[in-house]
């Protein structure tokens, strides 16, 4: 329940934050730089972990494993951070992208323990 929520957060803010961006044309310098990469760890983790469930045929509280997140934030960060500026001026890789990438993950990986320790103390009440 708690990691629906967060997506949808997640997910309005992202949109939110880029209709400000690109069609109010309001700019906010620390949002407009930092925003989308601390928003978009959450947003591909939930989406990855959706795929996976279902692919897999598991139930849909199964939480993505801690080596998957690491392994997927070091992957998009260095797609992000060292591919596309490599093959493209528009581009500019910062140091400071990583740790936003890094920060959605972690809080990610917080809200997937909340979430299942939620989860098992509803079924112990339950029971």
Known sequence: MYRLLFFVMNAAVFVAHQLMQKILAIRQPFADSYLDDIVAMPIILSLLMTEKNWRNKKPLSRPLNNWYIIATTIYLAFVAEVAFPYFSR???PDIWDVACYGLGSFL???LQKLDMANR???LIKHN
Request: glycine content about 0%; aromatic content about 34%; cysteine-free.
């Open 108 to 110: 990610f990986y917080l």
């Open 120 to 122: 098992s103390a509803a």
């Open 90 to 92: 528009r581009f500019t």
